[in-house]
């Protein structure tokens, strides 16, 4: 059947697809709007699966934070090209499922992806994207946290995104602080809030390479574990983020500095995602 300009243009208003992709979708479907839909959807499926082993190294992390800064959500919706990440409708389809996400509490990424998006699913809206776009699209990470006050920062660029939670603010004003802290972690990469949350397979391989460094070095054998167990609190000092250095002092720590700010205000938790590295 005859396809008009008009019909090209409605399903293409409908949909955001291209021009020809609409076209050759009414002319498949006869005309119907809604078996249009479903072949562009189709297509935009096998494009996706064609893309499935690319790399999505660009993106933007998206956060949301309730009224009271005791909760915050971040998503970073991942694409292969800064372009992308830069388009409109990209950062508004990832401004919608950050929506979605901070609504209904999905549990998991894949929990996400089965909440509606309008009349369709999160993942069928990706799905659909990436059949417009041509790129390899997908919710890399979801994150909720709740604590006393959480505080959320983005680093320039939008690929970078960090939640921190505070506890014994006590009532005061402690985003400023929490902020700090946020670039600290964006920057210094800390592997744990301190030493007793460090993993034991962390804590072991550091005391091996240790051992290994000391007996390298020649150092007598009944002095080993000691050394070893020196460079142990040494990466604690470095890579717990209550013991680093503050950045922006390094007369201080992370932990005497929030001391500074409001005695007893610390750290229970943080998050630091990036997308491609």
Known sequence: MAITAKEVNELRKMTGAGMMDCKKALIEADGDYDKAIDILRTKGQKVSASRADRDAKEGVVFIKSNDEATES????????????AKNEEFQTVGQKILDIAFDRQPATIEDLLNLPYDDITVGEKITELTGKIGEKLEVKYYERMTGEVVVPYIHAGSKLGVLVA????????VSEAGKDVAMQIAAMRPVAVSKDAVDQATIDHELAIGREQAIAEGKPEQIVDKIAQGKLNKFFQENTLLAQKFVKDNSMTIEQYLNSVQNGLTVTEFKRIA???
């Open 73 to 84: 959500v971040l998503i970073a919706l991942a694409c292969e090209t800064d372009f992308v």
């Open 166 to 173: 505070l506890a014994n603010a006590n009532g005061a004003d």
């Open 275 to 277: 997308i491609g590295g």
